[in-house]
């Protein structure tokens, strides 16, 4: 259901007449924290103020591909990263900040802080030392059923140029504690397994403690002394659930403080429409979708299904993914029928909505409609 953002980029580079330009860039100077220097480039490009600039060339994280491994559901792994950079921009503006993958904290770091805490007994029957037992995960000890709360760690950085010279420099770091809403417990005597949910208080709780840790940890760094710091809480999904889970807590540490003084709260959720949840929790937004839905059913009675993802923000939809699966017939009446459904959402969607409709065959995507928030005009792209 999810569909890639560079899809939706793409369309509104080729179909809003605006290609990316690659004149009068920014050549800069890039401090590494190994005190290194090496030259970079910040395109002049920039789609809109919903996204951060990346210097090139390109440096990938050094977790690159840990997430997929840590995370049970692929809407969580998409959304840990989008959320991510809406977070980031409560303290690091997209106009004078670049981002950067995270560059501080190895696989081998995360791996290790991904564990239990060992006991001094469980420590020399696995033959570690005090220095290696970094787990945040809570100590089990036998016939205790103690859940693993944290299951992933992401980083995010963050560049901004220096006023005196053509350097940029680090201007912040972003962490994300992903935290499991539900514990997987079996009874050793009978072999059952039972599902238990975690309540939000104690992820919250848990939560702020692991990052009281990860804060002292991020500050024995030199070159993370004296940056911001913003650590943020997820709750990830269950393995079963359709949506992914949501960001529900935030908080910055201005550059030099070691400890945190406050947490500020997110009020972000997914919906799938239809839905019984969409249908009694956001009527107005759910009759909007069914009237849609209608349509597109009374103009192309042949195609299979009209699904969509909206995500809310302090209960106000702010973008709605669709998805429309249909039989192909041809790539004239696809064209058609792509060229009515894009009238139809400049016309039908309220103008603060982003919407994102991709068509889509058992051949592929066909089509691709995007309307930006704030506007009635849509975007349309034929896939060839």
């Known amino acids: 259901m999810k569909k890639r953002l560079s899809a939706a980029l793409a369309a509104l580079l080729i179909l809003g007449g605006c290609a990316p330009t690659f004149e ?32 090139l060339p390109y440096d990938t994280s050094k977790t690159r591909g840990v997430v997929v491994n840590d995370l049970g559901s692929r809407y969580d792994i998409n959304e840990i ?13 997209t106009g004078d900040h670049f981002f950067k993958e995270g560059q501080f904290l190895t696989k081998k770091t995360i791996d290790s802080w991904l564990q239990r805490k060992f006991t001094s007994e469980q420590l020399a029957e696995k033959k570690l030392k005090e220095s290696e037992n970094l787990g945040l995960n809570p100590v089990q000890t036998k016939g205790d059923n103690a859940p693993i709360y944290l299951a992933h760690i992401v980083e995010h950085n963050y560049l901004m140029k220096k006023e005196d010279d053509n350097k940029v420099k680090l201007g912040g770091v972003v962490i994300a504690l992903s935290l499991n809403s539900v514990n997987y417990e079996t009874n050793l005597t009978t072999g059952t397994r039972t599902v238990k949910n975690i309540s939000n208080e104690i992820l919250r709780e848990q939560g702020a403690k692991m990052a009281d840790e990860v804060l002292k940890r ?58 019984p949840e969409a249908a009694e929790n956001h009527p107005k937004d759910n009759k909007i979708f069914e009237d849609l839905k209608k349509e597109i059913e009374d103009y192309f009675p042949v195609f299979t299904g009209v699904t969509g993802e909206a995500l809310y923000q302090n209960q106000e939809l ?65 896939y060839e």
């Open 318 to 382: 702010t973008s709605m993914n669709m998805e429309v699966a249909l039989t192909f017939n041809g790539k004239t009446e696809t064209i058609g029928f792509a060229q009515y459904l894009s009238n139809l959402i400049g016309k039908n969607t309220p103008e603060n909505w982003d919407v994102e409709l991709l068509i889509n065959s058992s051949y592929g995507p066909e089509a691709l409609v995007v309307k930006k928030k704030g506007s009635k005009e849509t975007y349309l792209h034929i």
């Open 24 to 55: 009068k860039q920014d050549q800069v100077v890039q401090e590494n924290q190994d005190s290194e220097t090496k030259k970079a480039i910040i395109p002049n490009f920039q789609i809109s103020n919903d996204y951060y600039k990346t210097m």
């Open 218 to 275: 991020m500050r024995q760094k030199e070159d993370l002394q004296n940056v911001p710091i913003m650590i943020a809480l997820y709750k990830q999904a269950p393995k079963q659930q359709v949506v992914p889970g949501q960001f529900f807590a935030y908080t910055t540490v201005e550059p030099g403080a070691d400890t945190i003084q406050n947490w500020e709260g997110i009020n972000e959720e997914y919906y799938i429409f239809p839905s």
């Open 81 to 93: 990263e989008n959320g991510l950079l809406r977070v980031a921009q409560n303290r690091f503006s």
